[in-house]
């Protein structure tokens, strides 16, 4: 049903809806952050920055090491280069994060992007075996972590379980919100500051990312289909254009072996279901990493 727009103003504006496509199973490249409503543009893709803050561009190829750190990374000792950083992404990482759980260090499901949650992880991991705590994984600290934990299993690297919801945004904290983690890849529906149910999220992929930022719903179809991929988007709740919080029978399928066009998927549809029938038009969304 849709509340607050005709109908050919509602398709014109669902243009850009987005449906699931193949390629990388990582999380989208997180955009550049937006302060109110979204852009006419896609933005540009960056690292895990919060607003204000600089990061890197560029992904690197799954299972390629990184020679730098990125910006906003911990400083390295003189000489001492880092094999993963914070802002970097790839298939080492994830191995790197399911390793981490193993030693108790680290709670959220391998995702293959080195966030502040890894930061956080490396460092105690550094503290706790005498290497200097960068935050960043240079050789010495791998050959520890490889040491101290086994090959990870194809379950661990890519559980099915539910991930563990992030810290919630500072604007999540008022009124009704869905409040949307890139990091951990979750959606929290909160009200008033209190979490009501959370469930698992994807997003869009490095060349088609969801926003980040501060946005509303702007209206709700609970029977949708894109008008340019022509998939179906059950509950479909716009509030970035034609980027939406919507069902995935994709994502229910591939899991995180595929992406969207930029829409916030959820693999749990009677979940999403009663979110939907709770959600009103003008309640805020939070994209944020």
């Known amino acids: 049903m ?7 103003a509602a398709v014109a504006l669902a243009a850009t809806a987005c449906g699931p ?3 990388d199973a990582g999380p989208a ?10 852009p006419a543009g896609s933005p540009s893709a960056q690292g895990d920055a919060k607003p204000g803050e600089s990061s890197p561009a560029a992904s690197p190829t799954p299972g390629a090491s990184q020679s730098a750190s990125a ?3 911990a400083p390295q000792a003189p ?6 950083a914070n802002g970097d992404e ?3 990482i994830r191995e790197l994060q399911a390793r981490l759980r193993q030693l108790k260090l680290l709670s959220t499901a391998p995702t293959g992007f080195y966030g502040s949650k890894t930061t956080t992880a490396v460092k105690t991991f550094q503290s706790r075996h005498g290497l200097g705590a960068t935050g960043a994984v240079d050789g010495a600290t791998w ?3 490889q040491s101290l934990s086994k090959k990870p299993t194809d379950e661990e690297l890519r559980p099915p379980t539910t991930n563990e919801v992030d810290a919630p945004d500072p604007r999540c904290m008022q009124g009704r919100v869905m409040c949307i983690s890139k990091e951990s890849r979750t959606l929290a529906w909160m009200i008033d500051g209190k979490v009501v149910s959370t469930m698992d999220v994807r997003f869009g992929s490095e060349n088609t990312p969801t926003r980040e930022g501060l946005f509303e719903v702007g209206w709700k179809a609970k029977d949708w289909t894109s008008t340019i991929y022509h998939t179906a988007m059950p509950y479909s709740m716009f509030f970035s254009e034609g980027q939406a919080v919507h069902y ?6 591939r899991g995180y072996a595929g992406a969207s066009h930029g829409c916030v998927n959820v693999r749990d549809k009677a979940k999403l279901s009663a979110l939907f029938d709770q959600v009103k038009v003008g309640d805020k969304v939070v994209v944020y990493w």
């Open 2 to 8: 849709i509340r607050t727009l005709g109908l050919a």
């Open 21 to 23: 496509q193949k390629g």
């Open 29 to 38: 490249a997180p955009s550049a952050p937006v302060a109110g409503k979204s």
């Open 71 to 73: 910006p906003g990374s």
């Open 79 to 84: 000489g001492v280069k880092p094999i993963m």
């Open 90 to 92: 790839s298939e080492q």
């Open 143 to 145: 050959q520890k972590v």
């Open 248 to 253: 995935s029978a994709d994502f229910a399928a």
